[in-house]
């Protein structure tokens, strides 16, 4: 009973505090604001024109975007700066912050940084990860492990019994982000002639590149879900084809050259430096690579298309910047590079930059996720990864076959010579599967 006043009492401040704050929202919020703001985020959305190859509708993919009005229609946010370094900018962001929120002083101030604390949302037996980033080991179902949640939350008593009855880790494999694996972002360096970005001016892209469909004609359709690749973090102020420089495939750095009559002599150059020619379809436009050596290839589809009344689709350079692209958020656009690797990929997010991000302007286009590939392993000793794919052998019982180096040159040589005809190409996807991307 004595701890009643005291709790009225906190109580009536804590309802004093809050009707303070919504007064103080109550006043930046007026209806002429709001008017302004919804003719803004009108100026957002470009008008549907033109041709269409295909009409993707779902709830999941956005209108065409105007990216480049996003900081028009948020300059009224306490979140631009014109700083020059990481520490300046968390002051100038601060102070633009007790401005923003009004004429209260420093102590109303202090009270309502404290009240919007997100640690009011924690209740003490949240799962802590033991890591910064997730992982794609199935030990990482483990390292969350929390009894006291696990004593009253469904999640956690369904996920423990899934263990116990998962003898064989057969609920782990089937993961959605089992094969995915989060890099961290670079990290700034104190040099000051460094270029900063302006967080609330500078746009962020996030694309998410997958692996190609295999397709067959008699099939016509293929019923495997979309594999990510690679997820690609982009400025706006960059050009589309350092999209394009940052998209690694396999099919690029391979030769598809038979080396079995000496397999010493392997050739240095890859696909990718024979065919450099690519393009981009986004938002039912082409964008090519113009540059030195490369080939329009887009021009055979344009009046394939015109040619059966689909309508004359627009053709731009990949010399675009990205904020100058209408975009659908969530919408499939295609990379096609080697003549028909079609790879799919979605702007996933949009977004004006932030001071939590990497700064230096050096550091775009960086890898933040990339899909993790099974090692393929030699189909005759079963212990070392491929580093040979061999075909029409008709010593081995399948084709292709795939062999390591010893393998190779111990079942189908002798004396240095081929044991039989047959055909040997280089495997590079062991490789690619664990090289970490460049940034």
């Given at each position: ?122 209740t ?9 980033l ?9 390292s ?15 996920l ?7 003898k ?18 670079p ?25 190609p ?13 979309s ?47 024979l065919?450099?020619?690519?393009f ?16 329009d ?6 009046e ?54 990497p ?68 495997y ?12």
């Amino acid at each position: 009973m004595a701890s009643m006043p005291h709790d009225d009492k906190s109580e009536k401040t804590l309802k004093r505090d809050q009707e303070s704050i919504q007064h103080n929202l109550n006043k930046f919020l007026k209806p002429d604001f709001c008017e302004n703001q919804e003719a803004k985020i009108r100026n957002l959305y470009a008008k549907d024109e033109g041709p269409h190859w295909r009409n993707v509708t779902s709830s999941s993919v956005t209108k065409s975007l105007i990216t480049k009005n996003l900081p028009k229609i948020f300059q009224h946010l306490p979140i631009c700066t014109q700083s020059t370094s990481r520490g300046d900018i968390e002051l100038e962001l601060e102070q633009q912050i007790v401005s923003f929120v009004g004429n209260i002083d420093d102590e109303e101030y202090d009270k309502l940084v404290e009240f919007c604390d997100p640690k009011h949302l924690e209740t003490g037996h949240e799962l802590k990860m033991s890591m910064s980033l997730p992982t794609s080991k199935s030990s990482a179902m483990n390292s969350c492990y929390n009894p006291q949640a696990s004593s009253c939350l469904h999640f956690c008593k369904n996920l423990m019994f899934r263990k116990e009855i998962d003898k064989k880790n057969c609920y782990s494999r089937k993961l959605k982000y089992r094969t995915v694996c989060l890099i961290p972002p670079p990290e700034d360096a104190d040099e000051p002639d460094n270029e900063l970005l302006q967080p609330g001016k500078d746009l962020i892209y996030r694309v998410r590149i997958y692996r190609p469909f295999p397709y067959s004609y008699s099939a016509k359709t293929t019923v495997r879900h979309s594999l990510l690749m690679t997820e690609i973090m982009m400025l706006g102020q960059q050009p589309l084809w350092a999209l394009r420089d940052h998209i690694y495939c396999l099919n690029d750095v391979s030769t598809g050259i038979d080396v079995s009559e000496n397999p010493d002599d392997i050739p240095s150059t890859s696909a990718k430096e024979l065919f450099p020619s690519s393009f981009m379809f986004i938002n039912n436009v082409f964008y090519v690579d113009e540059r030195k050596g490369c080939s329009d290839i887009t021009l055979e589809l344009r009046e394939w298309a015109a040619a059966r009344n689909m309508g004359t689709f627009p053709s731009h350079s990949m010399d675009v910047k990205l904020e100058d692209i209408k975009i659908r958020l969530g919408h499939p656009d295609v990379y096609v590079h080697l003549g028909d690797c079609e790879h799919p990929f979605t702007f996933s997010e949009v977004r004006l930059g932030h001071s939590r991000d990497p700064l230096r302007r050096q550091s775009y286009p960086f890898v933040s996720q990339v899909g993790l590939s099974q090692v393929i392993y030699c189909s005759i000793c079963s212990e070392h990864s491929t580093k040979w794919v061999v075909k029409d052998c008709d010593m081995v019982p399948f084709d292709p076959t795939y062999f390591c180096d010893t393998c190779f040159r111990l079942y189908l040589y002798k004396d240095g010579k081929k044991a039989c005809p047959f055909k040997a190409y280089v495997y590079k996807g062991n490789e690619m599967s664990v090289l970490k991307p460049r940034h």
